[in-house]
Nanobody
Framework: VQLVESGGGLVQAGGSLRLSCTASGSIRYIDEMAWHRQAPGKERELIAAAITNNDAKVDSVEGRFTVWRDDRKRTVNLQIHNAKHIETAVYYC??????????????WGQGTQDTVSS
């Protein structure tokens, strides 16, 4: 099983940051897909989680975050509007899933570095 993040990179403050994560492999069922981030010197934190299609639980303030799933494509997407310099971080995708040989378990992507210039 692999989770691969894409998108992001360098964006100016005030712009939009959009990330995508695709799960692949012998996946039987995906329960929850989520986005986390880890800024330099800080602990990894949850941004938002989506349990099903069109179910975005935004665990943040200000309403600038949108997350959505496409279960047919096995993707979860994140868009951050009006990005701030403080949001420069490594962004990680996480999925709680089962395969044809394992029970539900948590898998992580390798992360993508995203920089918001001030």
């Amino acid at each position: 099983v692999q989770l691969v993040e894409s998108g992001g990179g360098l964006v100016q403050a005030g712009g939009s940051l959009r990330l995508s994560c695709t799960a692949s492999g012998s996946i039987r069922y995906i329960d929850e897909m989520a986005w986390h981030r880890q800024a330099p010197g800080k602990e990894r934190e949850l941004i938002a989680a989506a349990i099903t299609n069109n179910d975005a639980k935004v665990d943040s303030v200000e309403g600038r975050f949108t997350v959505w799933r496409d279960d047919r494509k096995r993707t979860v997407n994140l868009q951050i509007h009006n990005a701030k310099h403080i949001e420069t971080a490594v962004y990680y995708c996480r999925a709680h899933l089962s395969t044809y040989s394992t029970y539900l378990r948590t898998c992580w992507g390798q992360g993508t570095q995203d920089t918001v210039s001030s």
